[in-house]
């Protein structure tokens, strides 16, 4: 399990304990934000075979 999906996995588990509606927008703005930025720090980090 690489970052990206643990990040993910720990923000779906809070979302449905604590229902929070902008929880997963934050989390696709700041994937967008870091995939605008820093393709490349972010490819290394995070494979894009997800």
């Known amino acids: 399990m690489n970052l990206l999906q643990l990040i993910y996995t720990k923000k779906h588990n809070i979302s449905r304990s604590k229902p929070k509606p902008y929880s997963n927008h934050r989390l696709l703005t700041i994937f967008f934000f ?10 290394l980090f ?4 997800l």
């Open 46 to 49: 995070c494979p894009s075979n």
């Open 34 to 43: 870091v995939n605008e930025t820093g393709h490349k720090y972010f490819d």
